[in-house]
Antibody
């Protein structure tokens, strides 16, 4: 059975940077649209970004636009979320999730990696 | 599109029916999904297309609705169904918007 594996979370000071990774076990990410979704402690789900299969196109939530960027390494079959200029309000569990192109839901999610922004 | 779920918390006795509601601020056709999230876990897709159940989930889970009004029903609640349930519209905007969640508790 395949699963998504996030890594790279941790404690970072406000204004700092962190890079999260998302890899798959048991299947390839190459056939999927990649998204990042976050969940602040005790809160609901907030979409962060969505990246096309080719990696050429990424949309970002207004709350992270200009600070976060997504890249896909096809050779490593891994997707990265580069987070810069981090703020307290970016503290959350970050999930990667996949979907197929078109009007479809998020079919699989990882277990998440925790990002804590605090001085 | 704003998704509004009700109630915020639902307390149901084992074996009883649980009914969760999700309302969209404008029509999303049947492009509506439900996810189940248990503590310490990522969400899991439960229902898609408003009424199609993922095979990994038992038949006691069912979804219905179209347009702006949707319902998730758990026909006979089991202890393992205790979780937060989120609806998500994926009709508009990548990848769509989530409701705030309904926590289902076992009474």
């Amino acid at each position: 059975e395949g699963q998504l594996l996030e890594s790279g979370g941790g404690l970072v000071q406000p204004g700092g940077s962190l890079r999260l990774s998302c890899a798959a076990s048991g299947f390839s990410l190459r056939d999927y649209v990649m998204t990042w979704v976050r969940q602040a402690p005790g809160k609901g789900l907030e979409w962060v970004s969505i990246t096309s299969i080719s990696g050429d196109t990424t949309d970002y939530a207004n709350s992270v636009k200009g600070r976060f960027s997504v890249s896909r390494d096809k050779a490593k079959d891994t997707v990265y979320l580069q987070m810069n200029s981090l703020r307290d309000e970016d503290t959350a569990m970050y999930y990667c999730a996949i979907k197929v192109p078109g009007t479809y839901p998020l079919v699989d999610w990882g277990q998440g990696t925790l990002v804590t922004v605090s001085s | 599109i704003v998704m509004t779920q009700s109630p915020v918390t639902l307390s149901v006795s084992p074996g009883e029916r649980a009914t969760l509601s999700c309302r969209a601020s404008q029509s999303v056709s049947t492009n509506l999904a439900w996810y189940q999230q248990k503590p310490g876990q990522g969400p899991r897709l439960l229902i898609f297309g408003a009424s199609s159940r993922v095979t990994a989930f038992p038949a006691r889970f069912s979804g219905s609705g179209s347009g702006t009004e949707f319902t998730l029903t758990i026909s006979s609640l089991q202890s393992e169904d205790s979780a937060v349930y989120y609806c998500q519209q994926y009709d508009s905007g990548p990848p769509g918007t989530f409701g705030q969640g309904t926590k289902v508790e076992i009474k």
